[in-house]
């Protein structure tokens, strides 16, 4: 399947599916790899990849639409990419409502995505755009899957005080009380209305990223551990060792966008070298 490929000068790279408008691939200035992509994925037409950045709209999780919605199993337009003022590379790609979009969610819309390369930086900006004469509700997002050497030295800083909602539980919200939120099981959780910056570290050795996010409400923490691992056919048993999600968006409550109007949300990782921030 086709695929766009920044190559920065520092060394860094992205890899971007037309296929979801969907990374795959981020290595930093220094050649590490820093997403996860299932040795398992299918790449294919009719299913999302497992692994990198799949894109969430209209819909989060389970719902009358495919999970996690549409765009994810869409395939969008490149529409170029050039050098920034700032030195990044930017790429552009877009996705516009159709025949097949408009018969299962009957709404006109444009989206366009910007990833934004730079020395150890990625910026996604998501744009939504209402091109119809009445309004619709939403939920978007980015289901980042980070690379972890090994999961039970990568941890999550920045979610204590919050409240939560255990996908896997009680659906009653939780205050999470953990300074460092770590891995030994199966993990589900949206952070409604989660702080703009987190920290994600991966050990003494890992490198380690700050997760910024702008007009981007909620986090989401996911990872399927031993069982669920097993019962999915695009993943390894054992990979549930080597990613954690860390997912930025409008994913707990809908949002209501008017016609003509725009809704515009982004998220921007930083690499940190192995070690600091600890
Ligand atoms: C997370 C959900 O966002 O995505 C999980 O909270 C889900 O419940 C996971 O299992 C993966 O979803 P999918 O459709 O990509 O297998």
Same mark, same amino acid.
């Not at 990198?52 to 969008?76: C, M, N, T, Y």
């Given at each position: $399947?086709?695929?766009?490929?920044?190559? !920065?000068?520092?060394?860094?790279?992205?890899?971007?599916?037309?296929?979801?408008?969907?990374?795959?691939?981020?290595?930093?200035?220094?050649?590490?790899? $820093?997403?996860?992509?299932?040795?398992?994925?299918?790449?294919?037409?009719?299913?999302?990849?497992?692994?990198?950045?799949?894109?969430?709209?209209?819909?989060?999780?389970?719902?009358?639409?495919?999970?996690?919605?549409?765009?994810?199993?869409?395939?969008?337009?490149?529409?170029?990419?050039?050098?920034?003022?700032?030195?990044?590379?930017?790429?552009?790609?877009?996705?516009?409502?159709?025949?097949?979009?408009?018969?299962?969610?009957? !709404?006109?819309?444009?989206?366009?995505?910007?990833?934004?390369?730079?020395?150890?930086?990625?910026?996604?900006?998501?744009?939504?755009?209402?091109?119809?004469?009445?309004?619709?509700?939403?939920?978007?997002?980015?289901?980042?899957?980070?690379?972890?050497?090994?999961?039970?030295?990568?941890?999550?800083?920045?979610?204590?005080?919050?409240?939560?909602?255990?996908?896997?539980?009680?659906?009653?919200?939780?205050?999470?009380?953990?300074?460092?939120?770590?891995?030994?099981?199966?993990?589900?959780?949206?952070?409604?209305?989660?702080?703009?910056?987190?920290?994600?570290?991966?050990?003494?050795?890992?490198?380690?990223?700050?997760?910024?996010?702008?007009? $981007?409400?909620?986090?989401?923490?996911?990872?399927?551990?031993?069982?669920?691992? $097993?019962?999915?056919?695009?993943?390894?048993?054992?990979?549930?060792?080597?990613?954690?999600?860390?997912?930025?968006?409008?994913?707990?409550?809908?949002?209501?966008?008017?016609?003509?109007?725009? !809704?515009?949300?982004?998220?921007?990782?930083?690499?940190?070298?192995?070690?600091?921030?600890?």
């Amino acid at each position: $399947m086709p695929y766009v490929e920044l190559r !920065h000068s520092s060394g860094a790279r992205l890899e971007v599916y037309l296929h979801g408008a969907h990374v795959t691939s981020w290595k930093n200035s220094g050649g590490r790899e $820093m997403f996860f992509v299932s040795k398992k994925s299918f790449f294919r037409p009719d299913t999302p990849i497992r692994g990198g950045i799949p894109v969430i709209f209209p819909q989060f999780g389970d719902g009358p639409l495919p999970k996690h919605g549409f765009a994810r199993i869409s395939e969008w337009t490149f529409l170029g990419a050039e050098s920034a003022a700032d030195g990044c590379l930017e790429a552009k790609f877009e996705l516009r409502h159709s025949q097949e979009s408009i018969k299962i969610w009957p !709404h006109q819309f444009r989206l366009e995505l910007v990833f934004r390369l730079g020395i150890d930086v990625l910026e996604i900006v998501f744009s939504v755009h209402n091109a119809g004469l009445s309004e619709f509700t939403f939920k978007n997002g980015l289901h980042t899957y980070f690379a972890a050497g090994d999961i039970t030295g990568t941890n999550l800083e920045g979610l204590d005080g919050c409240k939560f909602i255990d996908f896997l539980s009680d659906p009653r919200p939780c205050l999470e009380t953990r300074k460092n939120i770590d891995f030994a099981c199966e993990t589900d959780r949206v952070y409604p209305m989660a702080p703009d910056r987190l920290l994600l570290r991966h050990g003494a050795e890992g490198d380690a990223v700050i997760i910024e996010k702008q007009d $981007m409400r909620d986090v989401v923490v996911w990872n399927p551990w031993i069982e669920k691992s $097993m019962r999915m056919d695009d993943f390894g048993d054992d990979e549930y060792k080597n990613m954690v999600c860390v997912e930025t968006g409008n994913l707990h409550e809908n949002l209501t966008l008017l016609p003509g109007k725009t !809704h515009i949300s982004s998220s921007r990782f930083l690499k940190i070298a192995a070690g600091r921030g600890q």
